[in-house]
């Protein structure tokens, strides 16, 4: 990519609406050749970034899904050791029927070891790709414990891992390295450090409208609009303070699907109210999502598809074939 505007483009080409701040973060990263930290809200759309970036560099797309208790080995490597039991037991018969000199014992001490015997995990598989290298997405890295970040920074900082019976592993080809945080626990400031920093909001009614349009290209241009208005009020006070969550962009999207399969022409309280588990995945939030609340939300978002309109934010064409962001 040359620009950022480059980017954007390639990024729409496959159904990803990025701004102008996160397309510089990540064409920084790029060219800088440094891993992208994106903190933000779940369902902003964090993780589909690294998937387009994957399909408009043409790389393979490796990913590391972090959770609570993950130890090392999950992320870089650990050995086949049902191979290297066989392994030895055949040395054993070896020695039984003559015996094996101090140099023999060496070498196979070393072959236990081999390469053949190594099972890479997605840290290993990343710096092991062949040109142009991979996308390394480290999803989740919050849900991660804290002897697991101190793990990963001497990957981060110099993009290579040491593997105490074979030695340090540098890049073969230096892979596009985004780390994916929800924020449920402040990071490190030493992972920070040797990355970029994004925070990933949540998108404009505009963005979110071309999202909605990607993915949902059966719905009405009228309830398209629709459901981008009401799921931005849903994220807006007053309504933000009724729920404990507000949907994120995959909700928008499988909730214009689910009005389409209903062939909803335009909602209504009932049936908002009727499709609030799409939105909502908390009971609390389901529950609190009454018909007269309903009814609010409609003319808070009938009013800002006038406003809209009137700003001159006329609807543009999306081809039907464009992945969506989720």
């Given amino acids: ?38 903190e933000g809200e779940p369902g902003v759309g964090k993780t589909e970034l690294a998937k387009a970036l994957s399909a408009v560099l043409s790389r393979d797309l490796i990913r590391l899904q972090c959770y609570d208790g993950m130890e090392q080995r999950e992320a870089l ?48 598989q990343a710096l092991q790709a062949p040109a142009p290298g991979a996308v390394l997405l480290i999803d989740e890295v919050d849900r991660a414990d804290q002897p697991f970040e101190a793990f990963l920074l001497e990957y981060l900082g110099e993009y290579q891992v040491t593997i105490p019976e074979m030695g340090t592993v540098k890049a073969t080809s230096q892979p596009l ?102 939105l909502f995945k908390q009971r609390d939030d389901i529950a609190a999502m009454t018909q007269a609340l309903a009814g609010d939300l409609l003319e808070a978002a009938a009013a800002s598809e006038q406003d809209a309109k009137a700003g001159g934010l006329t609807p543009r064409p999306t081809p039907p074939s464009a992945a969506s962001l989720m």
């Fill in 77 to 124: 490597y650990e050995w086949n050791y049902t191979a290297q039991l066989i392994h030895m037991r055949a040395a054993e018969s070896a020695v039984a029927a003559k015996g094996l000199s101090s140099e023999g014992v060496a070498t196979l001490e070393k072959e236990v070891y081999d390469v053949k015997y190594l099972i890479s995990r997605p840290l290993l």
């Fill in 177 to 278: 390295t985004i780390l994916t945080s929800n924020r449920t626990r402040e990071l490190n400031d030493a992972v920070k450090r040797r990355c970029l920093y994004h925070w990933l909001d949540y998108p404009s009614r505009e963005r979110e409208l071309d999202i909605v349009r990607a993915r949902v290209p059966e719905a009405s241009e009228m309830l398209s609009a629709q459901v981008a208005s009401m799921v931005q009020q849903l994220r807006t006070q007053p309504f933000a303070g009724a729920f404990q969550r507000a949907p994120g962009i995959a909700e928008s999207v499988d909730w214009a699907k689910a009005l389409v399969a209903m062939d909803t022409l335009v909602v209504d309280p009932e049936v908002m109210q009727d499709t609030a588990g799409i």
């Fill in 1 to 38: 990519m040359k620009s950022v505007d480059d980017l954007i483009s390639a990024l729409q080409s496959v159904g990803y609406y990025a701004d102008r701040r996160l397309a510089t973060a990540v064409f920084l990263a790029m060219r800088l050749q440094r891993p992208l930290l994106l």
